[in-house]
């Protein structure tokens, strides 16, 4: 899943191989595989997601376990700060918030005064509980 401002151009953003009219999203969500540790990918976004040949500003990792929990990893390309969560059960409830900073959402975009994107974890954690979520039934 992915975010692209309306209005972004290519300049400023890289355009997306093999289409060089539509420019690479800012902000990319992924959901880890099933081996894939939250390490893992916070390497992959940094080794691939935020290569030089994107201009993806902001990853969010998510990272479900078997044991019905799950963590989530925030990476920002320009400081490589990465905000990681306590494990979260799915199947409680949580107050958690997650801002998503304005500024790297609609990067290369002029917009004056906007408001960080809030994110509310318990929507996710609901989405994540309900049938057909992403989580597997065995």
Known sequence: MSFTPKSLSTPPARAMIHNEEKPFPTFVVQFAYR??????LRKEA???IFSKNTSIQLFLGIKVYDDHNFEY?????DIYHWQRASTIEINGSTNQILALPAELLLWGVETP???DCI????????ILSGPGSVKRRY
């Open 73 to 77: 990893i925030l990476l920002r390309r």
């Open 113 to 115: 005064d906007v408001k």
């Open 46 to 48: 940094i080794d691939h």
């Open 35 to 40: 081996h894939q540790s939250p390490v893992d």
């Open 119 to 126: 994110l509310d974890l318990e929507n996710l954690r609901y």
